[in-house]
């Protein structure tokens, strides 16, 4: 795991003034993206946030202002995607920000050369961070597991190996898109309980989940394991994670070989990736209650003990057409937290390359549902209405139990602790148009 550094130091600030105060992106984050000036027929190419700006990837590698691996980084960054510099692995990578970092602080002489690379973030759009060869979601809230599997299987709610295995699926990514990333609302097969055979139409019970995104960093053969001590050199950095999902068409197909359509239709990634080591000063310890079953060997290690959670605030928001029509602010359905999960990040990447399985740069791990263990921590719809049973009042008088067609869905993140910057993730935004029929 990285350790602290200089780039953390609390008391860096910017020349880039917007950075210094009450910023999702101070200097202390850092935080990677692909993008392209809005309405310009131009390449898109890496970005690191800064404040209120974006610092132009390909504008900077061309001036030759830094050395060694922190450009042959920066010039990987300069790509349309992300996948080389996530490649490069973490030594490079740590470079770079270093560079960054120096380039960035208050008195830095090159204060003047990186003045011609930013841009307003209000003048940018956003592409996909990278090409996501493959996606794979796990399930790693408890309390999300355990109240989903008390909705499908009263009598049953957690199987025997969620506590044994970092239980997942792989999903498709296909259909992965960036923030504002609209959708139509998903068609399918389901089935009432009641009734004799199922129909084909529109989703009734479309949900939203509030994930962590987890993206792979220096790749892996064939064959090769990733040992826990070393699971977080393979891992880039997160962003937030909303994996749309279709209840009544999961809860007709996903017996017995589990998620399908029901989640492919749409899941949509905030477009800045916060790294792994902008991400040191917020680790939180991982433990498990005494009576359940401990990690086995290869997914426990010392470190993994000590700092392997990530303590991240999460939360959503939604916004009606109504609240849209009448000027009204957004309203908030839940708050959590990312340390509540079941198994670490690195646990998660460890298992996953445990039978020989390549692990791909630019491959996207989802956390499945962050949950906590309160009712106001619940990270679906399906839990706040209990299963659709229960409506949540919104502050306008407005009933929910699943998302109406011009439902936009807003989840954001953020780290804090005492000594430490705060940072965030800025948010990921999505919106339900109506279903295509
Ligand atoms: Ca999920």
Redesign the pocket.
């Known amino acids: 795991m990285i350790k602290l550094n200089q780039t953390h130091d609390i008391n860096l600030t910017s020349w880039v003034t917007s950075a210094n105060t009450n910023s999702d992106f101070p200097i202390q984050n850092l935080p990677f993206a692909i993008f392209k000036r809005k309405d310009k027929n131009e390449a898109y190419r890496g970005g690191v946030a800064i404040g209120t700006q974006v610092i132009d990837l390909a504008a900077l590698a061309k001036l030759n202002l830094f050395t060694g691996t922190a450009q042959t980084a920066l010039e990987a960054a300069s790509q349309s995607t992300l996948n080389a510099l996530m490649d490069l692995g973490v030594e490079a990578n740590s470079a770079l920000r270093l560079s960054l970092s120096k380039a960035l602080q208050n008195n830095s002489p090159l204060q003047g050369a990186l003045t011609t690379t930013l841009i307003p973030q209000t003048e940018i759009e956003f592409g996909m961070p990278c090409l996501i060869g493959d996606y794979t ?1 796990f399930y790693t809230s408890i309390y999300h597991a355990t109240a989903v599997g008390s909705l499908f299987r009263p009598d049953n709610p957690l199987l025997p190996n969620y506590k044994w295995i970092p239980i997942g699926y792989h999903g498709r990514s296909s259909t992965i898109g960036i923030s504002g990333q609209d959708f139509n609302r998903p068609i399918g097969q389901t089935k009432a309980p009641d009734a004799i055979e199922p129909c084909f139409g529109p989703c009734k019970r479309l949900d939203y ?1 509030l ?1 962590m995104g987890l993206f792979v960093g220096k790749s892996t053969q064939m064959g090769e394991l990733i040992k826990i001590e070393n699971a977080e050199q393979h891992l880039f950095g997160v962003c937030i994670f909303n ?1 749309w ?1 279709a209840r009544d068409i999961q809860a007709w197909e996903y017996q017995p070989l589990g998620p399908f359509l029901a ?1 492919s239709f749409a899941s949509t990634i905030s477009p800045w990736i916060v790294t792994m080591e902008a991400l040191a000063p917020y680790r939180s310890e991982f433990s498990r209650p005494k009576t359940d079953p401990q990690p086995m060997p290869h997914l426990s290690s010392k470190q993994n003990s000590c700092y392997g959670s990530l303590d991240i605030d999460l939360s959503c928001f939604i916004q009606t057409k109504a609240m849209r029509d009448n000027q009204q602010t957004m309203a908030q359905l839940s708050q959590s937290n990312f340390k509540h999960s079941y198994w670490t990040p690195a646990q998660l990447i460890t298992h996953h390359a445990s039978n020989g399985c390549a692990m791909r740069a630019g491959d996207l791990l ?1 956390s ?2 962050q949950s906590g263990p309160t009712y106001e921590e619940a990270g679906s719809l399906l839990e706040l209405s209990k299963g659709g049973k229960t409506p949540i009042e919104l502050p306008n008088g407005e009933k929910r139990t699943f998302l109406e067609d011009g439902d936009s869905i807003i989840m954001r993140a953020s780290c804090s602790k005492q000594g430490a910057a705060k940072i965030g993730f800025g948010e990921v935004v999505a919106t339900i148009l109506p279903a295509k029929v």
């Open positions: 979601d989940e994930e994996d999902s989640k989802g499945g549902t």
